[in-house]
């Protein structure tokens, strides 16, 4: 079964670098997205991204996050300069179809970032 | 602020029995209703989906959707120790495409 890939797994990064985390969404799918989840806390939305362009972001995703789709296949997520609070489980997902709202949402394994 | 509630747990259910989940919602235009499985340590993994009052069976799965009362329910029937996990109830509202999730409900099931 097709699945959403990251990498890496885990990150260790120390606090005001840059960090790049990886997504391969499911081939035919056009809506991709970022989530997080703080260690205990819910799974909080970030952006989603559509046609090479962010479709909707929260108040999380500040100037510090930027998302890019490189070339046909890989999803990025940038955080130019990590603070501690960003340490968290970093989830990518997609789906298949925008406008149909019914379509389920696939999430990679996820990378677990760890800012020292 | 679109919530959306959880009994945050654990609830504890011996193999064998149904194991019911509970969620709310705040957001009267919420469309789509997910429930995700989440085991320690990994990521979410879709269960089932509801959009129209009433229930929907998927083997040993069944969500039920009341949208006037703003409410979704999952029932496990012959709940197995492999079903310990926390469970995660996501709304999709009508315009946009975000999931807003709960806290989940852990799930324990004891052989």
């Not at chain 1, 819910?42 to 930027?66: A, C, H, P, T």
């Amino acid at each position: 079964e097709p699945e959403v890939t990251q990498t890496p797994s885990h990150q260790v990064t120390q606090m005001g670098q840059e960090v790049i985390l990886r997504c391969v969404p499911i081939s035919n799918h056009l809506y991709f997205y970022w989530y997080r989840q703080i260690l205990g806390q819910k799974v909080e939305f970030l952006v989603s991204f559509y046609n090479n362009e962010i479709s909707e972001k929260s108040e999380i995703f500040d100037d510090q996050f930027s998302v890019e789709r490189p070339d046909g296949s890989n999803f990025t997520l940038k955080i130019r300069s990590t603070k501690l609070e960003d340490s968290a489980m970093y989830f990518c997902a997609s789906s298949e179809l925008r406008q149909t709202f019914n379509q389920p949402q696939h999430f990679g394994d996820g990378t677990r970032l760890s800012i020292l | 602020q679109k919530e959306v509630e959880q009994n945050s747990g654990p609830l504890s259910v011996p193999e064998g029995a149904i194991a019911s989940l509970n969620c709310t919602y705040s957001d009267r235009v919420s469309q789509s209703f997910f429930w995700y499985r989440q085991y320690s340590g990994k990521s979410p993994e879709l269960i089932m989906s509801i959009y129209s009052n009433g229930d929907k069976e998927d083997g040993r799965f069944t969500a039920q959707l009341n949208k006037a009362s703003q409410y979704v329910s999952l029932l496990i029937r012959d709940s197995q120790p492999s079903d310990s996990a926390t469970y995660l109830c996501a709304v999709k509202i009508e315009y946009g495409n975000k999931l807003v999730f709960g806290a989940g409900t852990i799930l324990r099931v004891k052989s």
